[in-house]
């Protein structure tokens, strides 16, 4: 079971912190209601009827914490009605009703849906938790700011965010990364099934277990495969296959849905020169449509949601499409690898490549590379100057530089079971997340121009402060960190190598997990980015 500090505990730790979200999430009748029918107004005058059913769901979320998702369909339900008919007004008309009964009933439901309430006790926390979540996915670097920056222009080291003690300052960041490989095995912190900031479903684990989760024995064996198959003695892939295999990619689609495509692509050549599955028994293109995305999706949902009869087919079909996978990888690795894996608990590395293929390279790579072609797009920073051309001298440079402002990879979260002793937050315990955006963006450890797209010297991002990217910002560094730039750099040289462009868009949509596409504004072919991330766009060969 996850305990965490109090804020007040954190706030005494960081040296007067007193900022707490929670004065955001609505708890009186009319700022319930008052949310819903916002929620509602907008997006049912975004997009008529699909935007209304969305944004009844959307606006179900709020009341979803005190109803125990029981208002998420009915939401769904009720700004469907409202987009339909009258748009905006029936929207937030609709909405706010749907606060409103919400907020009357939330005690019936209440005792209605207590068994099925496991993770989310209290109710508030998961509220200001999920608040935090969209927050800081929409305004990234800014949702931070907003949380340590002082009036007098200094920061809090640490702050109340994702439901734990979050670090933003280099310093207590790089020392708890530098420890975090000696600490689990000491059995001071367990990761458990966490991504990022985001808790990450039990019921969608392969045995109940996400890879960076596991018991430190599972973790060492998975990860010695991990290092053998991706850039040891048992590698399988060169760079010359990379290009060989971008440049076939892009030949055969004439129009890249970014960052879809891409993750076809990274899957498909994972799953073929690493995995040494074939075309026929793997397809890479289904992976990512069907399984990938709904497990992604999914995952974020409370293991208590997961298990009502609204989800609950969906959560079934994930997990037997996922048996299926473990089997066929299983199989395949035993044939590919069979003296790396000769004793080894073959399910257990079978499980740590599936969640490789769905969260690591499968996930950052198309993410990455969405971000670098959107900033060349752009022209933004250095990338905007008169005469400027990628080149494969300067690629990886750019990809740094974009990694660096709009990390895919930007927490990292565990629990502390034994305080770290030393710095701020020196004697906290409980969920604990080491803020890697703030870091990458702090003028004391990349200049004035932090902010900045500014293409620096190779050795720049080498350094301890591009964590946890950097040889030597952890004790660990990423096994597959080799193969995953290779996959970038390819794609991104073979896309800019031919004339190509973005297709026009004038509705803009938000970078958040999503069924469908969730408008956020309107404006000209420019790529809109939010926070450390950027919208969904297609790229289309001339």
């Not at 914490?65 to 937030?92: E, I, K, R």
């Not at 440049?247 to 020169?273: G, N």
């Not at 499980?351 to 198309?366: E, H, I, N, R």
């Amino acid at each position: 079971m996850t305990t965490v500090t109090k804020p007040m505990e954190v706030e005494n730790a960081a040296g007067g912190c007193p900022f707490s979200l929670k004065r955001l999430v609505p708890t009186s009748r009319t700022g319930v209601t008052s949310a819903m029918a916002w929620a509602g107004t907008v997006a049912g005058s975004a997009a008529g009827g699909a935007a209304g059913a969305l944004a009844g769901a959307a606006a179900g979320v709020v009341p979803a914490f005190f109803t125990f998702g029981l208002s998420v369909p009915v939401g769904a339900v009720l700004g469907g009605l409202g987009g339909m008919t009258t748009g905006g007004c029936a929207g937030a008309f609709l909405g706010g009703v749907a606060g409103l009964a919400g907020f009357y009933y939330k005690k019936e439901i209440k005792d209605a849906a207590k068994k099925a309430e496991q993770t989310a006790r209290d109710t508030k926390d998961l509220a200001i938790y999920f608040t935090d979540i969209s927050a800081w996915k929409i305004f990234g670097e800014s949702f931070f700011r907003f949380k340590y920056q002082q009036r007098d222009g200094s920061h809090c080291p640490v702050v109340r965010a994702f439901g734990g003690n979050t670090f933003v300052n280099f310093k207590d960041v790089h020392v708890r990364l530098q420890d975090l490989e000696a600490a689990a095995q000491r059995g001071d912190i367990v990761r458990h099934n966490w991504l990022g900031p985001a808790k990450l479903a039990d019921q969608l684990m392969v045995d109940g277990v996400f890879g960076l989760g596991a018991s430190y024995e599972d973790h060492k064996m998975a990860r010695e495969w991990l290092d053998s198959s991706l850039w040891g003695a048992a590698k399988k892939w060169d760079e010359e296959q990379v290009r060989a295999f971008a440049k076939s990619f892009v030949d055969e689609h004439p129009v890249l849905q970014m960052p879809k495509s891409i993750k076809v692509y990274t899957v498909a050549f994972l799953a073929k020169h690493w995995l040494g599955l074939s075309d026929e028994d793997f397809d890479a293109k289904v992976f990512v449509k069907d399984y990938q995305s709904n497990r992604y999706l999914f995952t974020l949902f409370p293991d208590w949601m997961l298990s009502l009869p609204v989800v609950r087919r969906v959560r079934d079909w994930i997990k037997r499409q996922q048996e299926n996978y473990v089997q066929l990888i299983t199989e395949s690795i035993r044939r590919t690898y069979p003296e790396e894996v000769e004793g080894k608990n073959l399910r257990v590395i079978a499980a740590t490549a599936l969640d490789a293929l769905c969260f690591a390279g499968g996930l950052s790579v198309g993410e990455t590379a969405s971000r670098v072609i959107a900033g060349i797009s752009n022209k933004i920073g250095d990338l905007g100057k008169e005469g400027f051309k990628v080149t494969r001298d300067n690629i990886n440079e750019v990809i740094f530089e974009t990694m660096r402002l709009f990390p895919a990879v930007s927490n990292v979260a565990y629990e502390r079971l034994t305080p770290f002793g030393k710095g701020a937050g020196a004697e906290v315990t409980g969920r604990e997340v080491l803020a890697i955006g703030p870091v990458m963006r702090d003028p004391e450890a990349w200049g004035p121009d932090a902010e900045e797209f500014h293409l620096r010297e190779p050795n720049e991002y080498k350094k301890p402060a591009f964590c946890p990217f950097a040889n030597g910002a952890t004790k660990r560094d990423c096994p597959g960190a080799d193969l995953a730039l290779a996959l970038i750099r390819s794609m991104v040289l073979e896309i800019d190598s031919r004339p190509w462009r973005v297709q026009r868009k004038w509705i803009h949509t938000l970078p958040v997990p999503s069924p469908v596409p969730i408008p956020g504004g309107l404006g000209r072919t420019k790529v809109w980015f939010w926070g450390y991330s950027n919208e969904d766009f297609a790229v289309e060969f001339l």
